[in-house]
Structures are given as C-alpha cells and as structure tokens.
C-alpha cells in the first residue's frame, strides 16, 4: 500500500513537472490551483497535494501560503543538504566527500580556465582585490567574514560566464564544503594566510591572462586543503 503511494505520489510529480515544461513557465510563475491541476491531471486533491509537498522540497515549485503555487527557484538546495548530510552523518564518508568536493570545486576552475579569463574585466579584478583585502582583515575574527569573502570571491570568478548552472553548482559544492570542514577538524588559523596568498596568485595569474598561470594557481590553492583532508584521514585511521 505504502509502495503504491509513493508511486502514484511520483506520477503526480511527474505530471506537474511536464505541465511546467508544456507550458514555458519560468520561476516565479504562478502554477494552477490543486483543484485545477488536479482536474488537468485526472488525479485527486490529495495526490497533488502531496506531490506538491515533495516539488517544494525540491524547490522545483514554491508553496506561498496564503497566495499559490509558483515555480521554484530551481536551486541547488536539494543538492547541499543531501551532501551535507552525508558528509556529517559518517566519520567513513568524511573525507571522502571532501575529496570529492574539492576535485569539482578545481575542476570547474581549472576546466572554465581559458572562458573565465576572456571574460573577466577591469571592474571584476577591482572586486576580487577587495575579496581578498577582506578576507586578509577579517581573519583574526570569528572567521564569519573570512568564509564569506572566500565564498564571494570563487563565485565571481566564474560569475561572468553567464552559465547559471555553473554558478549554482560551484556555490552548492562550496556551501557544502564550508559546512563539512569544521567538523573535519582540518582548517586551521594559520591556513588562512595560505589561502590569502594563493588567492592573489589567482588575481595575478587572471589578470595577465595566462591560463597556464592561472591553472596553477588554481592547483596551488587546492593542494593544501587535498593536504589536510588527507592528513586528518590518516589520523582517524590510526586513531581508529
């Protein structure tokens, strides 16, 4: 019974994504009301109802009580908080959720390398400048504005590629990834120099427009953090 539920509960599902799609809605439109999509789709009140309930975790559609139905955001919410939840829920899968992440955070930097120095302009290297001069500032705080400038700085370098779907990504995986990591125990206080300096290589590199450059840099930045996961995975193991 359970089993025919959930099937019928994915039919729904199904339907109301190709009633987005037949009719070109974006996000923000207003979808039907659930007795209406009900009719159109020949299914009861509650099917859609449940239907619903699993697009808005999904962020496909977006419940605004009080008002309707809309089409989400189309974000990748979902994503972060699966990974997340994996990355915290095993010491096992730590690390290697780590690994991962910090393989796809390099792979679309280094891979975007030759279209994200064609594009970036005087105006984002003046910004990504003031990126790192914050997060040089903000260091010896609670590290809060260090993490947001260090997040804000990797999403404007591939920001003026215009690929949305490149930018969600990367900041999913560096959501993730900011939220893994303290309970990795790996990042410490003195690494935030490191960081500091190899985020000026990268400027460095971008503004001379030097992709072989930049691909190091990039490497550079990544290697002490591929360094740390992989020392704190040996601890555990021998501690284990």
Known sequence: MRRGRSLLRQEVSDGIKRYILDNKLGPG???PTESELSATLGASR???REAVKTLDALDIVEVRHGHGTYVG?????ALVEGLTFRGLLSREDDFKVMSDLVDVRELFERGMSDRILATLADEHFTDLNRLVDDMEQSGSGDGTGF???DRAFHALLVAPLGNELIGQL???FWDVYTVVVPHLGVITSEDEAE???NHRRIIDAARARDADAFARAITEHYAPIRHRVDRARAATSAGG
């Open 195 to 197: 960081t500091v300096t």
């Open 46 to 48: 509650s099917s859609v």
């Open 73 to 77: 955001r189309l974000s990748m919410s």
């Open 170 to 172: 990367s900041l999913a």
């Open 147 to 149: 993490v947001e400038a």
């Open 29 to 31: 439109d207003a979808l």
